[in-house]
Every structure is written in C-alpha cells, then in structure tokens.
C-alpha cells in the first residue's frame, strides 16, 4: 500500500499531519495516544476549508503543497488526516513526495465486521463519497451489506466554528442519522476526521441502536506500522509531562484550533499562522485583487 520513499529524516524529526481544517485533531488525539513520544507538526488549512466543496484539482494542488511544506521543515513521514483529500488526492501526492504517506479513509470494512442487520451508514462529504477509492472500498469490502451513503452538508463547518452540541446541530445530525436507523442500520461510520468530535451529539440521537466506526486509532497503528518499515520510530521515550512536542500551524488566524486543541485535546500550545501559497491559492488571489 505504501511505496518505498527515499527518507533521509533522522527518527527524532517530527511527523506531519495534515488536515483541511480541525478535524484531523481526531487523529492527532489518536497518534499521541498511541505514538506518544513521536513530535508532530499539525497543519491545519482552515484558511480553505471545507475541501468537501472544492473542485478535485483544488484539493490535490492544497494536499501537494502542504506536503512540500511538511517536508520543508524536516517532517519524516505524513499524515493526510482527511478523508476528502485522501480519497482525491493521496496516491498523487505519494508519488511526489520523498517521504511515506499514511491516509484516511471511511471504515467500511470494520462495518462490515460489525454490522449485524447487515444495514450500515455511511456519514461522509460528498467529495469522499463520490470517488472511486471509496467506491472501490465499498465494493471490496460490503458485498453482502447495504450501504445507506449520507453527506454530511454543513458538519464540517460546524466543528470548524467549535460547534459540536448545539440544538441546531442536532437537529441537522437527526435528519442525517434518522433514516439510516428507520431503515435497519445498526452502524455508523464516522466517514469524516471531524465527525468523531460529534460522537456525543449523535449519541443523543441514536442511543445505543448504533455502533460508531472511528476510524482513527486504525490511522494511527498504520503510522506506526509505516514508521517501523522504514526505521524511523523515535528512540525516545516520551517524557512525563505528557509526551513529545506538538507544533499547531493553521493558514488560517488559528483562533478556533487553539480553542479545539484545549478543548478536546487538553493541549495548550500557541498556533503559528503560516502561508502556503499553491497554484491555485495564488489565481484565487490574483482574482480577488
């Protein structure tokens, strides 16, 4: 699945995950939890966010370049931390990029393990559900399950405005989940690296009738799988004070990172905004100017 990459890092260099925006926080709670003595430099490209509405050349021209940037800074292995640009965009970024790539991707086939009605949600931007690596998940994996696929419209930009439990929130979640459970689903995947920080609010809808598939301590594992592979695993041991470094960097003012990362994450760091311009980014600015 991954390719060989030519990796010069040295094993204490930092991994990069890389999000459109805050969802990816799901996965860099799962990573810490899981590879605690690893640094991390976390970008957030909140300044174009949400990629579930953008056209595919936009999202592989942002993943590239903020790939590149990673790299830049001595990243030794990259997290794409997004369903939507992993699904669009991850095998051509791979192939451009001298260091191993680990991506997301909704978890069909743990749904498929679990799912005793043989019903199952899936909870997803339309960008995810719509391209042929998550057809082909669907067809490799859900044979003999019937997949009710559902676009999250406006769930990103809730988490992204640290909504994760409003009225109004729950209202939209309800029309979502409501007909996956009136037509016998029993699971729900999580199909988003946002979505696992309305876990609660879903609950409040289904109760116990569904199963919630996250899919990021899965990420995580692979990470780690990767990260051995190539022998770059930190040798040291994370310290007491709650493990190894993490950089938060947003292409946005940063505000609402820094208030997610305390929020569910317990971390309390400043948020360094940085610039990465791509081509695309920069003939938006040309004509906007």
């Known amino acids: 699945?991954?390719?060989?990459?030519?990796?010069?890092?040295?094993?204490?260099?930092?991994?990069?995950?890389?999000?459109?925006?805050?969802?990816?926080?799901?996965?860099?709670?799962?990573?810490r939890a899981h590879l605690g003595q690893e640094p991390v430099i976390y970008v957030a490209d909140s300044r174009y966010a949400p990629y579930g509405q953008r056209d595919d050349d936009f999202i592989a021209d942002r993943t590239l370049a903020i790939g590149e940037w990673l790299v830049a800074q001595g990243a030794k292995a990259l997290v794409v931390a997004c369903n939507t640009a992993t699904a669009q965009s991850i095998e051509f970024v791979r192939a451009r990029l001298p260091i191993p790539l680990v991506g997301v991707e909704p978890g069909v086939k743990p749904a498929a393990a679990l799912s005793k009605s043989r019903v199952a949600g899936v909870l997803a931007t339309q960008v995810t559900l719509r391209s042929a690596r998550f057809q082909a998940l669907v067809e490799r994996h859900?044979?003999?399950?019937?997949?009710?696929?559902?676009?999250?419209?406006?769930?990103?930009?809730?988490?992204?405005?640290?909504?994760?439990?409003?009225p109004e929130l729950v209202a939209l979640l309800r029309g979502y989940v409501q007909p996956m459970l009136d037509a016998g689903a029993d699971t729900l995947v999580l199909g988003c690296t946002h979505y696992p920080f309305l876990d609660a609010?879903?609950?409040?809808?289904?109760?116990?009738?569904?199963?919630?598939?996250?899919?990021?301590?899965?990420?995580?594992?692979?990470?780690?799988?990767?990260?051995?592979?190539?022998?770059?695993?930190?040798?040291?041991?994370s310290s007491e004070s709650?493990?190894?470094?993490?950089?938060?960097?947003?292409?946005?003012?940063?505000?609402?990172?820094?208030?997610?990362?305390?929020?569910?994450?317990?971390?309390?760091?400043?948020?360094?905004?940085?610039?990465?311009?791509?081509?695309?980014?920069?003939?938006?600015?040309?004509?906007?100017?």
Not at 211 to 237: F, K, N, P, Y
Not at 255 to 274: D, F, T
């Open 142 to 166: 859900a044979n003999d399950l019937r997949v009710l696929s559902q676009p999250g419209h406006g769930l990103v930009e809730a988490v992204e405005r640290c909504d994760i439990g409003s």
């Open 242 to 289: 709650g493990g190894a470094s993490v950089r938060l960097c947003s292409t946005s003012d940063g505000a609402h990172l820094r208030a997610l990362a305390s929020a569910l994450l317990a971390i309390e760091a400043p948020v360094e905004c940085v610039q990465i311009p791509s081509r695309r980014t920069r003939e938006l600015e040309a004509n906007a100017a």
């Open 1 to 31: 699945m991954n390719h060989p990459a030519p990796v010069s890092a040295a094993p204490g260099a930092p991994i990069g995950i890389f999000d459109s925006g805050l969802g990816g926080l799901s996965v860099l709670r799962a990573v």
């Open 201 to 237: 609010a879903i609950r409040s809808i289904v109760g116990e009738r569904m199963t919630l598939v996250d899919t990021s301590v899965a990420i995580a594992r692979q990470l780690e799988r990767v990260l051995d592979q190539h022998g770059l695993r930190s040798a040291t041991a």
